[in-house]
């Protein structure tokens, strides 16, 4: 808090809560329009779901294209959120404090986006229960020994337990709404909500132990998730994935682009909801230095990546990076490269690292290139595995893209409606950082 | 500073990249050649079938009613034993490939006018029924009787009738004990789920039997998924 | 039985279920019945195959063949082992037949004007018609009793009997005439030959008995059957579908073969110091000049001709694609070659030579068609050919045809002669007609119905015989030797199916063609008492050699023509080549032959024009690119563009078969025939059509929008090389023959490097053990020297499996569903083509990725070594896929269906999956399951199951090997113990169930080559390969390309750079 | 009806004298509400005793990890001749994965249990006194549930006298209404 001393725990409640339940015209609009993108992805899908999977571009032997591509993406986008609450709460980091509420939510709604991608790229949807271990009469089983089934695992235990820890964290600001709002059934919903609560002491006593816990629990849980991911790649035969690299590369890769995703959706906030109190350039300059360090391991794993794919004289792994860059898909390598390693180097210079600008274009730029590396991870190379015989183009077809469109439009949604109906920041901890009412203080200013 | 008018710029920018990654798309036309290559959609909705097509409703393990059959078959008086008054006939006089073929097979008209033809029907609704079939078919080789199925097995199974009968495995171990039933019915426990299958199939004491010293092998082989999928 | 006729025999029984998909929610399901036969036959047992033996019907070779018969239709066609045309094999065409069979634009009866008519009202115009005399027979070439039954009709009645085809055999045949006299073309035998020449015919697939070639070249090629390894030289201007197999390539300008020919026969005999009776023919060959004008260096010749003198060779004519105005001259030149090489008696065959009947020339057929448009040809019937299609655009066939008034064209309503005049007299299949066939002179073959007729279809020996009755010929019918009850009981008594009342004919007792064959065999062969045993027999073994014939003495004919080397044409030249599966056209409507890439294009569902990379590039397209080629008019295009290293600059190479305008069939409308632009003209000796001399120009077509889209064809071979990737390794034949320490892929892919401390400690490179294989572990042995690219294998699996058809727009995103995938790498250049086949199916990995990864084990690692797919537990993540390193496995990317007709030529024993389910070789579990049934409880099998697999059982050449690996002695283990046995990728130690032999090469190999990029100095110098030069280099101390260490990697170096400068030098 | 004393302190430093002064004085049924935590209240109320959660989530870790072990490791064992790519019934790095996801999954659930029933919630039948909407915002409040007589008057000049910034009490649920609204 650069001016602590001038915010009251009076005032973080009224700012932060004034702006909720009060759709503005812009917001309805952007609502609106987001809906429309929304319903057209869902028209893709369900086209995809009466016509077969074949309406997307796949191009066997490329079986994973798209949607695995933004899968990950938003498996990636997912990462900062709890890393931020979780990790940075362990480790009493100040500036998470006005960050972590908004970086959850983002969290728990990339989440399921993530979650909704599996089911659409699977052929059968209609079976896609197959892949939960539950009792049944066939004594039939799901793999344990497959990464996918790791990934069902770490998925959905990542999504249960951040939203847990999401929801744990908002139970008392749900209370402060409920109790700063006078419409009966806004008040009468929320103190559902928040199950009652009423800040007691023994609430918080064994509020606090568990938030505690929580946090704990998924620091370890940021880090597995992403390599689960990483080893449905790293654990397959193919090359350019069947590599040792993968989880430490995809973790650096998760967090960067997270961080880049919470700069995207937090500028325009604070500019809109006028909360420079609670998050302002040094916030940004953290994410954004945090960023420099992922980006800068990411950097790395990709010349390693290269060395070892020609230290090793292997000829599939060598082939697989000299066509990643030199080939078919060069222009995609291209894009990563510029996006991932060139571009965000800017944010050596203070000046573009603490301008709005600066800060909000490069974070998109990022968002995008870490699209584009996932992309040239899994199409790149499926698309020139061992046997020359089966060399192919993988190109998306409209109705990939309509639904990877429509994914955000998705995420979107839940975020627009977040920021009106949750205190996209936490008023209680915020609390925390102020310095709390004294009654020496009174008398001093007296 | 986001500025009011750099704002639609960022956004044509971003829009201008999605446009033309977008150009780059495949369209790929799935109805251009229904004549030749047909592809089969999968209706969101439920089937709706034809008039013409008869339905039955199957939930599951729901044992379902069976159809009327064309003729009253009376097993009953067939398969049970001559005290009980019926005929005693064996169950592979009829359905004679159950040694031979996968399918057990259901007797041709033939086989049922080899007897009937001196039986008089008159009087009894399912031999007079019978009767039109046999006097349609005679010489004429008319239409064949079109028996309702009572067991439907999924075409994903492989199911042969004749290893289980030349292993031992009695007709009335799996199909009810058609000498008390009069029309073809389905056994309750009889549900054609893969448990059901299951529960005896490596466990059936005709593996030991068949195998002695390798029963152990055979009862893994028994549960190779291959055995029973296609 | 007595009283049944051929329907109620084949009615059938009714008890394939709905494949519907049952979605969770609809809790309704259809009613199904279940139709039990009313009288049941006794051979048939529902739900088990049965077999008939028969014979192939479309084309000259009439190879055997056995048809495996379900519940009232043929499922599939395999060859048949007893047949000595084929010996086993089957091809494409031949497995395909059931498409012709169920195809959906099958006509359903006699048609005019595209009205149905009664087969009563057709076959009384017929009858009409020919006793009204001067009518002509236009048809197929035709032996056995169908000759004989044409004969008697055409006695009879006055009829003149044209029989032609489309790259038909009219100049050998007229050269075999010449030479020595025969009626016929020799028979040729590969499996002796040591060295094989060819002068551009397409011997191995397309050109007169294919099948029967490829067996005998895979002999030739194995070193264990003979002790050699033949050589095979191709002397072409293109390298054809067959070239690809050769050793070396002799690039020859177009129409200067025959020069090269003589001058190699008269090199030979001043090496063997006798012409065997050709002296005066060749002392007017200038050998020089005909070496110069076809552009080949004489001492390569020379070479040639040393070694053609030593051993024992076979030298093939020309085909399709070196037909020209010298055309007999070429296959005159071959035979003297092959006489001077002293071949007559051992690997060419005189005495028993191939049969053709009666052969007409293409001036015949020009002839008959001139007369047609001048009105003089009252009643012409075309048996079962294609004239439009087949016969230049400038003849104006079509307008001919409409002159005459009584035309009658035997068809199923396929091709592009149906015109408007014509009265369709559908024959049906051959799958479904009585018949016979005479191949070879003296081995006779009969064709047995395997199914009742699917549609009202009546063959022409039917139709002939019911002519013959109505317009009341009295023909020496063969019927009338059919005396005495004992023989009537007899043809009756075989169970097959009864004859009803014979009519009284005079002089005629057959009342169909089934009975006139059983006459005709009666007649002609029979000898002993029984006729019904030898009958019965006859019908299971499918045919019956008489004793075999004499190999006459061959003396060279003293007065033959001059010989005519031709000379070089000028300017871009069409080099027409046959397409491997769709011939002449006329398999063009069946899909599955369309789907199947071609074999060494890859090219599916359209028509290409193949050109050299110098004339791509001046042309300015590229692979993807399309062209428009033009000749006298006539603009065919836009073709899609092949570039190939097999072509010669400047022509351009366009494949026959597709592209029908008018065609009947939906699957015959793709792409363009390149017919059109052929120049009407005729080989003067011969009469054969002309097919080399079409000048034509090339332009390039820009497409774009829709066009482009439609035209957008994706080449289902990936790559053109292998990239230096180990896929097909190769070994040195000599050094194989001579049982040396073979070295495979000559330092070619990933060293291992192994630690022997490893090994020693007892220790594993394994994280876990192999799975236990209690009783069988299945595995295949794929030759891929012996493998010729024939495609058998892709057609026969796709119909065993029930693989659906997905059509050209699917393929443009390579969503071919055949589970084997024929990769074609085209690893040299100019000389040595080194063209390498591969046949990438899955593996049955004991470690493999695939499984690993499953998420709900849809497919895992069975105790018999299979790895096993069980369809309806697949959720369709297709991690699988992703993770096979082969490639192996098709996902189902909807639910493709078959167009109403073909779902009745499924397996029933195969399930057909819908969308979203992934899908692989399975090694035909259906077959695996059916043979271990047979054997239990014993677990050793009660048959012999090398062929077992769809692939296996057509296999031409013998190529593929099926087999449990864990019998010591079964030939699959013998095969994998070879040296020459490599597995795919073995270093990624995925322990796979397939094993791959090695191609073996003539040409001395060069380290070089693995490290140097693949088209660095290892190449274009064949002439320093075999024999002596470079015997120096590297044979010892590459015992184990495993324990390969760096020091070796710069060995092997240095030998490709020794030998790169000898090669210079010389 | 409980007879409830109320006081709301607007000081952090007033509110921890204030409940060191009661529990001085030995009154037990009290409740402190606040807009956040802070580690002096809990100090002051429970001698810094831990908090039985970390039970909780220490047996949920447990179950989980062997839970999903188990899971893995019977079902892979009904099915002994399926063993995809040759890895064993038992193979300890995959199962690695299963077990860590499980334990970390019961775990939080356990610790979302064990809010739940520590936390008393859902707490929707609080006494009246508790409800405050000032105590979510910025003031701190202390109140008792059931006092009578000389306790009663005990606890309000203790509130006062610690700096409570309004004390109030109430007999019945009416009069504590009344007494928000005074607030308000």
């Given at each position: ?446 | ?230 | ?641 092949r570039v190939s290293k097999g072509m010669p600059d400047g022509h351009v190479a366009i494949p026959s078969g597709n592209g029908h305008q008018d065609g009947g069939s939906r699957y015959e409308r793709f792409g363009a025939n390149p017919v059109r632009l052929l120049k009407p003209a005729a ?384 | ?184």
């Open positions: 808090m650069q001016n602590e001393n001038a915010v009251t725990y009076g005032l973080v409640n009224k700012e932060v809560i004034e702006p909720l339940f009060k759709p503005s015209l812009a917001w309805a609009a952007i609502f609106a329009v987001d809906l429309l993108i929304l319903a057209f992805g869902v028209y893709c899908w369900s086209y995809q779901l009466e016509w077969g999977m074949g309406v997307a571009g796949y191009t066997p032997p490329v079986f994973w294209g798209v949607y695995i591509t933004t899968f990950v993406f938003w498996v990636g986008i997912g990462h900062a959120g709890t890393l931020i609450s979780a990790i940075l709460y362990l480790f009493r980091a100040r500036f998470r404090t006005g960050v972590y509420r908004a970086a959850e939510a983002m969290t728990i709604f990339a989440v399921l986006s993530a979650g909704l991608f599996p089911n659409i790229h699977v052929g059968r949807l209609w079976y896609v229960y197959f892949l939960f271990p539950y009792p049944n009469q066939r004594l039939l089983w799901p793999n344990f020994k497959s990464p996918l089934v790791w990934d069902v695992f770490a998925i959905s235990t990542y999504l249960t337990i951040s939203s847990v820890f999401f929801f744990v964290g908002l139970i008392p600001d749900i209370a402060a709404v409920r109790d700063s709002n006078r419409n009966p059934i806004i008040k009468k919903v929320y103190n559902m909500l928040c199950f009652g609560w009423r800040g007691t002491d023994t609430q918080w006593r064994h509020y606090m132990a568990a938030y505690g816990f929580f946090a704990a629990l998924c620091t370890p849980l940021v880090v597995s998730v992403h390599s689960a991911v990483s080893w449905d790649f790293a654990m397959a035969q193919t090359a350019g994935w069947h590599s040792t690299i993968f989880p430490p590369y995809f973790v650096a890769g998760a967090i960067f682009s997270g961080c880049a995703m919470v700069i995207t959706l937090l500028v325009p906030i604070t500019k809109i909801f006028k909360w420079e109190n609670y998050l302002n350039i040094l916030h940004f300059e953290a994410m954004a230095k945090l960023c420099l360090l992922t980006g800068f391991i990411l950097t790395y794993s990709y010349i390693i990546e290269h060395f070892i794919g020609w230290y090793s004289d292997n000829p599939y792994e060598w082939g697989i990076f000299v066509d990643r860059a030199t080939g078919q898909y060069d222009w995609i390598f291209f894009m990563m490269v510029a996006c991932n390693c060139v571009i965000p180097l800017v944010w050596w210079f203070k000046k573009v690292r603490t301008n709005l600008w600066g800060l909000w274009l490069v974070s998109i730029v990022i968002n995008i290139g870490m699209w584009f590396e996932r992309y040239n991870i899994i199409a790149s190379s499926l698309a020139h595995q061992f046997d020359p015989g089966a060399w192919v183009l993988y190109v998306p077809s409209w109705v990939e893209i309509g639904i990877m469109v429509g994914s955000f439009a998705w995420f979107f949604m839940w975020f627009l409606l977040f920021v009106k109906l949750m205190p996209a920041i936490a008023i209680a901890e915020i609390k925390e950082m102020i310095k709390p009412p004294l009654s020496t203080d009174t008398e001093e200013a007296a | 500073m986001p500025s009011a008018t750099g704002t639609p710029r960022v956004w044509a920018v971003i829009l201008l990249g999605a446009v033309s990654f977008a150009s780059k798309c495949e369209n790929i036309d799935v109805t251009s050649n229904e004549d030749s290559f047909p592809i089969e959609t999968h209706s969101l909705l439920p089937p709706e079938y034809p008039d013409d097509v008869e339905t039955r409703i199957s939930v599951g393990s729901v044992v379902q009613p069976v159809d009327p059959q064309p003729i009253e078959f009376k097993h009953d008086v067939h398969a049970s034993s001559v005290e009980d008054g019926g005929l005693g006939m064996s169950c592979e006089y009829c359905h004679s490939n159950a040694r031979k073929s996968k399918h057990a097979g259901v007797p041709p008209t033939q086989t049922c006018v080899g007897c009937h033809s001196m039986i008089d029907p008159s009087g009894r609704e399912g031999l007079v029924q019978l009767d039109t079939y046999i006097k349609e078919s005679g010489e004429n080789y008319g239409q064949p009787i079109p028996w309702v199925k009572v067991h439907d097995i999924p075409d994903f199974v492989y199911f042969n009738h004749s290893r289980h009968v030349k292993s031992g495995v009695e007709c009335t171990d799996c199909h009810a004990d058609m000498s008390k039933h009069g029309v073809a019915v389905r056994a309750p426990d009889m549900t054609m789920l893969m448990g059901w299958c299951l529960e005896c199939h490596a466990e059936h004491p005709s593996v030991d039997a068949n195998y002695g010293a390798d029963a152990d092998l055979r009862r893994a082989e028994l549960k190779d998924c291959y055995t029973c999928h296609q | 039985m007595g009283d049944m006729n051929r329907r109620d025999f084949f009615k059938v029984l009714g008890t394939t279920g709905a494949v519907g998909t049952l979605t969770a929610c609809d809790p309704r399901t259809p009613v199904e019945h279940i139709y039990p036969y009313v009288v049941q036959p006794e051979q048939v047992v529902p739900g088990a195959p049965t077999f008939f033996a028969s014979t192939c019907g479309d084309c000259v070779a009439a190879c055997g063949t056995v048809l495996r018969h379900r519940e009232g239709r043929v499922v599939f066609v395999a060859g048949n082992t007893e047949s000595p045309v084929g010996q086993g094999g089957a091809c494409s065409v031949a497995i395909s037949a059931t498409q012709e069979a169920f195809n959906a634009d099958h006509i359903g009866g006699p048609q005019k004007g595209g009205e149905d008519v009664s087969w009563d009202d057709a076959l009384a115009a017929l009858s009409a018609a020919v006793s009204g005399g001067s009518a002509t027979w236009l048809g197929r070439y035709r032996t056995g009793a169908l000759d004989r039954l044409l004969g008697d009709v055409a006695a009879a009645s006055g009829m003149q009997r044209v029989h032609w085809e489309a790259f038909g055999y009219e100049s050998l045949a007229t050269a075999s005439k010449l030479a020595f006299g025969i009626d016929g073309v020799p028979r040729y035998q590969v499996a002796g030959a040591h060295i094989i020449l060819s002068f551009g015919a397409d011997w191995l697939n397309t050109w007169l008995a294919p099948v029967d070639h490829q067996a005998g070249y895979a002999a030739a090629r194995t070193h264990e059957q003979g002790g050699f390894v033949a050589e095979f030289v191709s002397i072409e201007p293109r390298v054809s579908h067959t070239g690809t197999k050769c050793d070396q390539w002799l690039k020859s300008n177009p129409g200067t073969e025959a020069g090269v020919a003589f001058a190699l026969a008269k090199l030979v005999a001043e090496k063997k110091g006798s012409a065997m009776g050709a002296e005066s023919l060749l002392s007017q060959v200038d050998a020089a000049a005909f070496a110069s004008a076809a552009g080949i260096d004489l001492a390569k010749l020379d070479v040639l001709a040393t070694k053609l003198a030593a051993k024992p060779s076979i030298i093939f004519p020309g085909g399709v694609t070196t037909q020209g105005e010298n055309s007999t001259h070429l296959a005159l030149a071959s035979l003297v070659l092959n006489l001077v090489c002293g071949n007559f008696g051992t690997t060419v065959l005189l005495g028993a030579h191939t049969n053709l009947g009666v052969v007409s020339s293409y001036a015949d057929v020009v002839k008959l068609l001139e007369a047609c448009a001048a009105g003089s040809v009252k009643t012409l019937i075309i048996d079962e050919l294609d004239p439009i299609f087949t016969l230049p655009a400038e003849l104006k066939v079509a307008d001919a045809l409409k002159a005459v008034p009584n035309l009658f064209v035997f068809t199923n309503g396929s091709g592009d002669t149906h015109p408007e005049n014509a009265t369709l007299l559908p024959p049906g299949s051959w799958l479904e007609q009585w018949g016979d066939a005479e191949p070879v002179k003296g081995h006779f073959q009969i064709r047995q119905p395997g199914m009742a007729p699917q549609h009202n279809t009546m063959s022409q020996g039917d139709v002939l015989l019911s002519v013959a009755k109505s317009a009341a010929l009295v023909i020496p019918s063969a019927a009338d030797t059919v005396e005495g009850e004992a023989e009537d009981e007899a043809v009756s008594s075989t169970d097959t199916y009864a004859l009803g009342d014979a009519s009284a004919v005079p002089g005629f007792e057959a009342v169909d063609f089934y009975r006139y064959v059983a006459g005709h065999w009666a007649d002609k062969l029979f000898t002993g008492d029984d006729f019904a045993a030898w009958w019965i027999e006859v019908l299971q073994r499918g045919g019956f050699a008489a004793a075999p014939s004499e190999e006459p003495e061959v003396s060279l004919n003293p007065e033959l023509p001059a010989p005519n080397g031709g000379s070089a044409l000028s300017g871009n030249t069409l080099l027409f080549f046959p397409h491997a599966h769709l011939l002449d056209g006329r398999t063009a409507n069946r899909p599955s032959l369309h789907e199947v890439p071609h074999p060494v294009s890859g090219l599916t569902w359209t028509t290409w024009a193949e050109m050299s990379p110098a004339t791509a590039q001046g042309l300015g397209v590229d692979k993807d690119g399309h062209v428009t080629v033009a000749s006298g008019g006539v603009e065919l295009g836009p073709l899609n563009v080989d003067p000796v011969s009469g054969a059509m002309v097919y080399l001399s079409s000048e034509v120009t090339v332009t390039k077509t820009v497409l774009s929008g829709a066009d482009w889209e439609k035209y957008k064809r994706v080449s289902l071979k990936g790559s053109e090389d292998m990239d230096n990737r180990p896929v097909v390794l190769d070994a040195y034949a000599p050094d194989v023959v001579e049982g040396k320490e073979v070295e495979l892929g000559h330092g070619m892919g990933v060293h291992v490097v192994k630690d022997p401390r490893i090994e020693a400690a007892g220790m594993s490179y394994d994280m876990y053990p192999e799975p236990e294989h209690p009783t069988y572990r299945w595995g295949l042995s794929i030759n891929l020297d012996t493998c010729t690219g024939c495609g058998a294998c892709e057609v026969a699996c796709n119909a065993e499996n029930n693989v659906p058809m997905t059509g050209p727009e699917q393929h443009q995103l390579w969503r071919y569903m055949g589970w084997i995938r024929l990769d074609r790498f085209w690893q040299g250049e100019g000389e040595n083509p080194d063209v390498r086949y591969s046949m990438a199916i899955c593996q049955q990995c004991a470690h493999a990725p695939c499984e690993g990864v499953c998420p709900v084990v849809a497919t895992y690692h069975n105790l018999d070594g299979l790895n096993a797919m069980i369809y309806n537990r697949c959720v369709g993540t297709r991690y699988c896929a992703n993770n096979c390193p082969y490639s192996a496995r098709r996902f189902n990317w909807h639910t493709y269906r078959w167009p109403e007709g073909f779902e009745l030529m499924l397996n029933p024993d195969v399930v057909t999956r819908e969308a979203g389910v992934m899908e692989k070789c399975t090694f035909c579990i259906q077959r695996i399951r059916h043979v271990k049934t047979e054997a239990r409880p014993n677990t050793v099998l009660s048959q012999d199951v090398e062929r077992l697999t769809a692939c296996a059982e057509v296999c031409p050449s013998g190529s593929i090997v099926f087999g449990n690996r864990k019998e010591a002695d079964s030939a699959v283990t013998k095969l994998a113990e070879s040296p020459l046995s490599y597995q795919l990728f073995g270093e990624l130690n995925t322990k796979n169930g397939v094993e791959y032999l090695a191609k073996l090469t003539h040409t001395k190999p060069h380290h070089g080559e693995a490290h140097g990029g693949g088209h660095g100095d290892g190449h274009g110098n064949a002439d320093a390969t075999h024999g002596d030069v470079g015997a120096d280099h590297g044979d010892a101390g590459h015992k184990d390309a495993a324990q390969g260490d760096e020091a070796q990697g710069e060995h092997h170096h240095n030998h490709g750079e020794d030998h790169g400068s000898d090669a210079d030098k010389h | 009806m409980s007879s409830h004393v109320k006081g709301v302190f607007n000081h952090l430093d007033s509110l921890i004298t204030a409940i060191d002064r009661l529990r001085k004085a030995d009154f037990d049924d009290y409740t402190v509400l606040s807009p956040l935590p802070r580690h002096e209240i809990e100090e002051a109320i429970y001698d810094n005793e831990p908090s039985p959660v970390r039970w909780w989530t220490l047996t949920g870790a447990l179950v989980g990890g062997t839970g999903g072990f188990t899971l893995a490791s019977l079902t892979s064992a009904v099915w002994p001749m399926a063993l995809p790519a040759g890895k064993p019934m038992i193979s300890i790095p995959p199962f690695v994965v299963i077990t860590f996801e499980s334990t970390v999954l019961i775990a939080g659930l356990a610790t979302l249990a064990a809010i739940i029933y520590h936390c008393r919630l859902p707490a929707m039948d609080l006494p009246i006194e508790c409800e405050d909407p000032r105590y979510s915002s910025d003031r701190f409040g202390l109140v008792f549930h059931d006092l009578e007589g000389a306790r009663k008057e005990e606890a309000i000049k203790l509130l006062h006298d610690s700096g409570a910034e309004e004390v109030s009490c109430a007999d019945d649920e009416d009069d504590a209404t009344e007494l928000v609204h005074e607030e308000a």
